[in-house]
Structures are given as structure tokens and as C-alpha cells.
């Protein structure tokens, strides 16, 4: 019988998986969909890196003998069609797509047309999904640290006689310092485009010309800077050593820090590739820790960046798996605001929002807090719907898939779950403005919960935790600020209630 593999767009990766283990001149499937890239809003840059990289992969196939079989359609039917009408009864291979459903939807599709289709694991990650789910049992209580050092032990990562190096499993406390004035961080890479990425980004403005006109708004929302992500393996090696190099050292201590001028900071900027194949977990990781051995980098920023990599991007790979599908629609606080409308424009005066919506607009990206403090945040105490935010985030970065945005934005991002965290990540602009320079020049004041100068983040939060008390109250780790919330008399807590419907008046008419 024939046998194709089909590699699916964010699996593009010769390393692992049944391509690793392909006779060179074996036949490959690969199919562009363009109807998905019409599904939602999606930044052009998150096209052009999809396509893009897919066309790279396809062209490095052919240059080393396979047969490489490409369709350009509108669906997966489609180049389904295509497929077995050249080739009938063919069966296709390809590792297990991480969508909740995709296998199963992918199957009927195939069956449909007479063919077969073989489900392999996806070895792009790793934890098995046996390993995991031996580990967690049938509790669905499970928390990522546990889950961290499991696989800390089991990789010997950062282990010496079975004990964690340093003698600590966590950093943390070392790893939330803010830089001084003069702090000048390294340059982030830009890869320049190459030929073919000029011509995928000149297709995608046209084919998709309008794609990302999201209502009530109609224009084109994001306003695309540079294209600066790699698209190749051999771009994605670059970035990866280019990040140990200049950026790992630091990437502990300044890990949680925002600066306006700032946008990649000491971040790693490898979510891109690992998302897509081009670059393994295991890789990475692995050269961080090389660069800890010979170049003796702070203990503190190896152990917090293998703790993102092989602890929370697993984790949440896991977590989503086992929570879907309650999850896309999990919504535990009944939150059902719509998503403002700055979140698309980037109009807002309030200085943190207005930078990380403007750099998403540039270029599909920000940084975690910015993400999960800034964004997440306001998107919780305001209380949007967990599956519109979602979806915004699916729509609006480069690295997002359903698989990984979903656990991040309704999990741990608005507290729609409590499948991530056990309390919300709920913060007032003190927060913001320890961990930022945002707040000096913000035409709202930092220090205000009420009037109409004062920061929105202040009247929004405490508002949050009046109209959720039941069922935040309980949660000992809310103890705290609830005792705070317990200080305010009736008057204090009128005051912030009219102030919250001024912020949202002005949410509405957008001019906040
Ligand atoms: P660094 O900060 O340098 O971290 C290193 C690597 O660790 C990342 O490349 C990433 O692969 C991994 N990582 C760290 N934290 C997480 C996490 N919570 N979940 C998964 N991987 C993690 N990540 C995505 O890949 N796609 C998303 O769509 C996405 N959406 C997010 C939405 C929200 C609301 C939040 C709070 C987080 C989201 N994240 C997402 C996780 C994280 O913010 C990004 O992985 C990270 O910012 C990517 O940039 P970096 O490569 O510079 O990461």
C-alpha cells in the first residue's frame, strides 16, 4: 500500500515525528488552507509566519529528494480531494493535531474520500501524553509546579543526586527586579525577510487584504511594523543562540519588567518557532543549560527559563487537553462585557494598555506580563467575556494557537477556570507601576481610585472584588485584600461603583 505523510502547518519539523523516520524520497502531503486564515481577525504577520514557513519547509524537502505534494485551497477538503484523486486509497500518517477535535475532524475528511489516516503522537513536545497523565492520575486538581519537577527529575535538568541544583526548585524571588534608568538591554534579532517571505507577505496583503477588519471597527486593525520573525529551521537556530547569547543571562531577573521602549526586553522571542515545529523543547532547553555549564550564567535565569519552557508550555499543552472542551467556554465569574474596543485600536489614554495594544498592532507580539498583568488584566477586573478575549488573543499574535492560547487567556488570564490558578491575577495599577514605567507619564494618576483622573486599573479592581466576593471570598489566598475590601465603608465603596461606570461610559464611546 501507499503511504504519505502529511505534515500539518505546525508541525513543521524533520527531527521528530514520522517524518524523522521517512525514507528521503518518500511522498509528503502539505496542504494551505486559506479558508482557516479567514476564520478570525488574524494579524498579517501571524499569516505571513504560517505561510511563510510552510512554503520554506516544502522547498528544504524537495531540495533533500522528497516528493512533496502542495496544495494552494480554500480547505483541507479540498487538497483532500486533490490528494486522492492522484492517489486513491493512499493512507496518510501525521502526529496528533493539538486542536481539541481537529483528529477526529481530520478522519471524516479522509474516510469521506476512501482514504486512511493514522494518528502518531505528537513528539514535538516532552511529555507524552501517557507520562502525563500517569503523573496526574484521574485528579483534575493538578498544579504546575508538582508537574515541574516531575519532569525536572525525569530529565535531570538542573538535578545533581536527585536534588535540585542550588538546593532551591524556584528562583522567583530573585527574578522580579525592575532595571534602572540606565539599563540598556541587548537588541532583539530581526530576521530579515527573505524572497520568498516578501512574496508570501505581498500575497497575504492581498488575498487577505480586509481579513483583520474586525467590526464595529471596520479598517484594517493592526497597523504591521516590520516583519521580524524567522521562518526556517536554520533562522530558528539562529534565534535560539542569539537568545542564550545576549538575552538568557538576564532573562531571570528582568523577566516580570515592562518598558514602554522596550518591546522584547530579555525575552526569549522563541515562542514562534517552537509553535511551529522549527525548533524542538528539548533543544532549547538543552542550550540553555549548555550555556550554564560553560559560560556560567546565573543559576536564576537558566532555572526560570526551563521552568517556562519545560514547565508552564507543557503544562498548559496538558491542562488543555484535559479541560476541553468545558474550557473555551468556561466562564466561572459570569463575566459578560464585550471586549473594548481599544483592544483592536490601541485608542486609549491610559499609557500601559495603549503601548502593549500599539506593539501587538506592530508586530503580533508582547511580552507574558504585558500580556497576563496588562491585558488579561484589565480584560478580568472589567469583566469581558473570557471567550471574546480569547479570541482576540487567537487573532491578534503570531505564537497563538487554540491549544495554548486558551489554557493561557481563560485559564490563567481571566480566571474563566480555576483549572490553572487558584486565585484570579488580579492587580491595581500598583502593581503596574512597580513593574513598569508606564505610570509617570499616564494621563491617569496612579495613586487615585476615584475622580476622573484616577487610574481606571484602581476603581476597576476593587469593584471586581465587591462584585465577586461569592465566590472569591473563600479562597484563603484572598484573605488579605478581602480584609482590605472589609475597610472600606458604604460611602468609599458608592464612590468606586460611580467611578466604574464612568470608566465604562467612557469604555463605550471610546474614550477612555
Ligand atoms: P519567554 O518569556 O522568553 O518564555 C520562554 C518560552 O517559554 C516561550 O517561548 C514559551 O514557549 C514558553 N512559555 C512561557 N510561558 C508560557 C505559557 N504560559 N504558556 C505556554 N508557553 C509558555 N504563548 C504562546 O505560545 N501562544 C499564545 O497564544 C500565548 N498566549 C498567551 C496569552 C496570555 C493571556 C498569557 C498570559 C500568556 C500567553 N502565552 C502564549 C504564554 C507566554 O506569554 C508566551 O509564550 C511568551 O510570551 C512568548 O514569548 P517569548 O518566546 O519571548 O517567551
Not at 265 to 281: D, E, K, Q, R, V
Amino acid at each position: 500500500i501507499e503511504m504519505t505523510t502529511w505534515v500539518l502547518g505546525d508541525q513543521l519539523t524533520r527531527d521528530v515525528g514520522p517524518l524523522s523516520r521517512a525514507d528521503a524520497d518518500e511522498r509528503v502531503l502539505m496542504i494551505e488552507a486559506h479558508a482557516f486564515a479567514r476564520k478570525l481577525p488574524y494579524h498579517p504577520h501571524k499569516l505571513v509566519l504560517v505561510f511563510s514557513a510552510m512554503r520554506q519547509f516544502r522547498d528544504e524537502l524537495r531540495a533533500d529528494g522528497h516528493d512533496v505534494e502542495y496544495h494552494q485551497v480554500e480547505t483541507f477538503g479540498d487538497g483532500l480531494d486533490d490528494h486522492f484523486d492522484a492517489h486513491p486509497d493512499d493512507s496518510l500518517v501525521t502526529m496528533t493535531p493539538a486542536g481539541h477535535g481537529a483528529a477526529d475532524r481530520l478522519e471524516t475528511l479522509v474516510t469521506e474520500r476512501g482514504g486512511e489516516i493514522e494518528f502518531v503522537a505528537d513528539e514535538r513536545f516532552l511529555c507524552s501524553i501517557e507520562r502525563f497523565d500517569e503523573w496526574a492520575g484521574d485528579d483534575e486538581r493538578f498544579q504546575h509546579e508538582g508537574f515541574y519537577r516531575m519532569l525536572r527529575r525525569e530529565t535531570g535538568y538542573l538535578i545533581e543526586d536527585g536534588e535540585p541544583v542550588g538546593g532551591e526548585w524556584n528562583y522567583d524571588e530573585a527574578n522580579r527586579e525592575f532595571p534602572g534608568d540606565e539599563y540598556d538591554p541587548p537588541d532583539p534579532p530581526r530576521f530579515e525577510p527573505d524572497d520568498l517571505t516578501e512574496e508570501v507577505a505581498a500575497w497575504v496583503d492581498e488575498e487577505f487584504a480586509g481579513g483583520y477588519d474586525e467590526p464595529p471597527y471596520g479598517g484594517e486593525w493592526a497597523d504591521p511594523g516590520a516583519f521580524v520573525w524567522p521562518v526556517t529551521r536554520e533562522g530558528a537556530l539562529d534565534a535560539l543562540t542569539d537568545f542564550v547569547e545576549h538575552r538568557l543571562p538576564e532573562f531571570g531577573p528582568y523577566q516580570d519588567a515592562m518598558l514602554g521602549e522596550e518591546w522584547a526586553l530579555n525575552h526569549a522571542l522563541l515562542s514562534t518557532s517552537m509553535n511551529l515545529g522549527l525548533l524542538h523543547p528539548r533543544e532549547v532547553a538543552e542550550r540553555a543549560l549548555d550555556a550554564y555549564r560553560e559560560d556560567d550564567l546565573p543559576l536564576a535565569s537558566v532555572e526560570g527559563f526551563l521552568r517556562q519552557v519545560i514547565g508552564w508550555r507543557e503544562f498548559m499543552r496538558h491542562v488543555y487537553r484535559r479541560a476541553m472542551p468545558d474550557l473555551a467556554t468556561a466562564n466561572l465569574l459570569n463575566a459578560d462585557h464585550t471586549l473594548p474596543n481599544f483592544y483592536w485600536t490601541g485608542d486609549t489614554e491610559m499609557a500601559c494598555l495603549a503601548d502593549v495594544v500599539g506593539s501587538v498592532r506592530e508586530r503580533g507580539y508582547s511580552h507574558h506580563i504585558e500580556r497576563l498583568m496588562v491585558l488579561s488584566n484589565f480584560a478580568l477586573l472589567y469583566g469581558v467575556r473570557p471567550d471574546e478575549i480569547n479570541r482576540w488573543f487567537h487573532a491578534a499574535y503570531v505564537d497563538a494557537y487554540h491549544w495554548v492560547t486558551t489554557p493561557n487567556v481563560v485559564g490563567m488570564g481571566v480566571f474563566g477556570s480555576d483549572r490553572l490558578s487558584t486565585k484570579p491575577y488580579a492587580a491595581s495599577a500598583n502593581y503596574i507601576d512597580d513593574m513598569s514605567d508606564y505610570c509617570g507619564d499616564c494621563r491617569y494618576a496612579k495613586t487615585k481610585t476615584v475622580g476622573e483622573n484616577a487610574c481606571p486599573f484602581n476603581a476597576l479592581y476593587w469593584d471586581f472584588l465587591g462584585r465577586n466576593e461569592d465566590p472569591l471570598r473563600e479562597n484563603h489566598r484572598m484573605g488579605l485584600v478581602y480584609s482590605h475590601w472589609d475597610d472600606k465603608d458604604s460611602e468609599e465603596r458608592a464612590a468606586i461603583r460611580d467611578r466604574v461606570d464612568g470608566i465604562r461610559e467612557l469604555v463605550e464611546v471610546d474614550d477612555l
